[in-house]
């Protein structure tokens, strides 16, 4: 069985797996990472929304051959250390979660869209494609626009 090796939420892994193997059955069943979740298999849902090199894909739909020496995050990596990411802060302030099965694909969602699009109009929150059967959309609306806000409060890191 062929070894693939990538970046994890920031640390390096290694993990045997079929080449074809998608991405998101090695996270979940090898790699012991629950937080991207399974809904439909085929990128609609976007449950199990993570990012691979800093851009949001869907894990159930990338082999995992295709991730060698990339950086892939999940929800698990995106707070630093204790400290909360400002999306994931919004979304407790906001209340949005009411059963949770898709919001770690939604946060994930939001923090890229706030990364390519710091203040986001509602056009550009609508075109999240997420899907949450709990219909909690007008709170995600509402996060999105607080971590926005809240992003755009905090200083700017000096230049390296």
Known sequence: ????TFVLNGQPVS????DD???LWVLRDKLGVTGPKYGCGVGVCRACTSHLDGEEFQPCTVAV????GRQVTTIEGLADGDTLHPVQEAWLACDVAQC???QPGQIMT???LLRRTPSPTDADIDQIQNICRCGTYPRIREAIK????TSARQPTPPAS
């Not at 051959?65 to 060698?68: S, V």
């Open 1 to 4: 069985m062929p070894t693939h």
């Open 15 to 18: 993990v045997d797996a079929p």
């Open 21 to 23: 193997m998608p991405l």
């Open 65 to 68: 051959k295709d991730c060698a």
């Open 100 to 102: 949770g099965f898709c």
């Open 110 to 112: 939001a923090a890229a």
């Open 146 to 149: 607080q971590a926005a806000a």
